[in-house]
């Protein structure tokens, strides 16, 4: 049974599209997460949601728009996409914010062309 | 600024013994983690540190100086399945988790 689990795998659609990834959580934890990893695999914190609030928005273009419908869904959305926005996107959950305790789904690899 | 560096690639012969290092540069400190993420997949959980020594898990551990900011991952009796790359994250004052660029590991028969 998959712990978090995100769709689509991979995603391949071309520049100013919208689409959206999903992601689920059967962990009963209450803080989710988006990362993205680029070329360089340098993985960075995009959002953090704790029991459906915002708790960490960094510099992302708004173009992104996070959505919590309850504790254990955390869903992307991507308006007008741009070629830098391919890379592998990973969803994340972890009990109360304890980071040492975060389990990662299998990511979504995003290719704008 | 937040700076962690640790090796692009490192190439080991099977069975035999490989250390990767990672030093840090956050604004505070909060605990070191060690992921793997083979090729295409999720990154998984190895290790965590966060007072000095090592911690041996099996065939793999992992050291942590805090006043050096340093730390290092030491994978024993290398099997192929060992190929993949080695994450290293710290936790800042705020417990937030700052990321390398992980190392490469290449097994080689």
């Known amino acids: 049974d998959t712990a978090v689990s995100q769709t689509p795998k991979y995603l391949v659609t071309q520049m100013g599209n919208d689409k959206s990834i999903k992601c689920e959580q059967n962990l009963g934890h209450d803080t989710m997460y988006w990362y993205k990893q680029d070329s360089k695999k340098f993985l960075k914190i995009m959002f953090s949601y704790n029991n459906k609030e915002l708790i960490i928005n960094e510099t992302v273009p708004n173009r992104f728009s996070p959505k919590s419908p309850d504790k254990a869904h955390l869903n992307l959305h991507i308006n007008s996409l741009e070629l830098g926005d391919s890379a592998v996107y990973f969803c994340?959950?972890?009990?109360?914010?304890?980071?040492?305790?975060?389990?990662f789904g299998s990511g979504t690899q995003l290719s704008v062309l | 600024g937040q700076n962690i560096d640790q090796p692009t690639e490192m190439t080991a012969t099977e069975g035999a013994i490989v250390q990767i290092n990672c030093t840090y540069q956050t604004s505070g400190f909060n605990g070191l983690f060690w992921y793997q993420q083979h090729a295409g997949e999720a990154p998984t959980f190895l290790s965590y540190?966060?007072l000095d020594g090592l911690e041996e898990k099996g065939r793999f551990s992992s050291f942590l100086s805090r006043s050096k900011g340093y730390s290092y991952l030491l994978l024993k009796e290398l099997q192929m399945k060992d190929s993949a790359s080695y994450l290293c994250a710290v936790t800042d004052s705020n417990y937030q988790l700052i990321w390398g660029a992980g190392t490469k590991l290449i097994i080689k028969p």
């Open positions: 540190n966060v």
């Open positions: 994340a959950s972890s009990p109360g914010g304890e980071v040492e305790k975060l389990f």
